[in-house]
């Protein structure tokens, strides 16, 4: 475990000029008493670290939205991360972030859904293995395979790529999670396990191309993995690129207008803002409309960073941002993130726009107009 001197020095902690614009640009500071600037100062200056209460240290989403706006290039969510680690090693974390692990450890998901489990939406597809001359992987991702609403965005993907004529396959239940949460709850020992497990998947079948429907698969294979030997995109990347070769074509009209929300781990953490957009603009009939903040200044859903496993009271920032879409005149919220996905759908729930307003991925977007 680090000292304080130790994270002081790792995280550049004495670079910091305290102008506190981690904090007043942090999306869930308000509502958790997340106070990002204070820590570090406690840390850097007084050679205090502290495990701080589970509203405050368990409600960061790690967006880096911080990181985004800090003046001196830091990036605070990082040293909150490493914070967490220290709680992790501790025991301190809620009963739901330690049966995620836990999961993840013995099952390869976070869900606690046994491993056998892991490709029964493929079942009627009967989607090809990666071992069987497939170019390209399709890492379909813990939330996209087990969770029965994100399943549905696996299986468009799927007609999108095959109607392409794109030459994929996937790991079957012989995938495992990624990582992304893992490492952004701090348990850093057991990200490593992951990785060394996952290279070692994709090394077998030789796999250079890998296609994520997550962009925290996306961001964990792209900037943590520490690799070279496979080149990770995100799906809207590869539909993009599809569509504009000519390989992907459509023949149905959507009337809709949509708006588009970016995630966290694909815009802010990685610059992905215009392949989204030229993919909803291609649909023949949609109309695309847009946040007030959008792009790098778009607002977090609440699902990252382990926020999936541990709630943190208050208003979800899932609820103004779906009234938000509502009150735009659009018809489809369209998202990119399986996480966003379901806390947009509960937040129209909670909210009562059910009717109002329908949350769908892009890829679902396009398999209606196929």
């Known amino acids: 475990m680090m000292n304080a001197q130790e994270i002081t020095q790792k995280h550049k902690l004495l670079e910091c000029i305290q102008c506190g614009m981690c904090t007043g640009s942090c999306p869930v500071a308000k509502k958790g008493n997340l106070n990002i600037r204070r820590y570090m100062r406690e840390a850097a200056t007084f050679g205090k670290l502290t495990i701080h209460p589970q509203n405050e240290l368990w409600s960061c989403t790690t967006c880096s939205t911080c990181g985004v706006r800090c003046p001196k290039g830091l990036n605070p969510y990082e040293f909150l991360i490493d914070v967490r680690s220290m709680a992790v090693e501790e025991g301190q974390i809620a009963p739901t ?104 998947a994709f090394n077998k079948y030789g796999v250079k191309q890998v296609v994520t429907s997550c962009p925290h698969g996306y961001h964990a294979f792209k900037n943590r993995y520490n690799q070279s030997s496979f080149e990770p995109q995100h799906h809207t990347q590869t539909l993009a690129k599809l569509i504009e070769t000519g390989r992907l074509t459509f023949s149905k009209e959507v009337n809709k207008k949509v708006i588009y929300h970016d995630p966290c781990f694909l815009g802010k953490q990685n610059g992905i803002y215009d392949e989204p957009r030229k993919v909803i603009e291609s649909v023949p009939g949609a109309k695309l409309v847009e946040f007030d903040r959008s792009r790098s200044r778009s607002v977090c859903c609440e699902g990252g960073g ?65």
């Not at 990666?130 to 007609?159: H, N």
């Open 97 to 200: 972030i330690r049966d995620a692990l836990e999961s993840i450890f013995k099952n390869g998901n976070p869900w606690g859904r046994v491993r056998n489990k892991r490709s029964e939406w493929n079942r009627e597809l009967n989607l090809k293995h990666i071992s069987q001359g497939a170019e390209t992987l399709f890492y379909v991702g813990c939330t996209s395979a087990y969770d029965p609403r994100v399943q549905s965005v696996s299986k468009s993907l799927a007609k999108c790529f095959e109607k392409a004529g794109l030459n994929f396959g996937i790991l079957g239940d012989e995938e495992n999670c990624c990582g992304s949460e893992v490492y952004g709850m701090g348990e850093k020992g057991l990200f490593d396990f992951l990785v060394e497990e996952n290279m070692k």
């Open 306 to 370: 382990g926020r999936m496993w541990v709630d943190i009271p208050g208003e979800r920032l899932a609820e103004n941002r779906v009234k938000e879409a509502a009150e735009s005149g659009a018809e489809i919220l369209a998202v990119a993130c399986p996480y966003c996905l379901l806390t947009f759908e509960d937040a129209v729930k909670t909210t009562g726009l059910e009717g109002k307003i329908q949350i769908m991925d892009i890829a679902e977007l396009l398999a209606q107009a196929i």
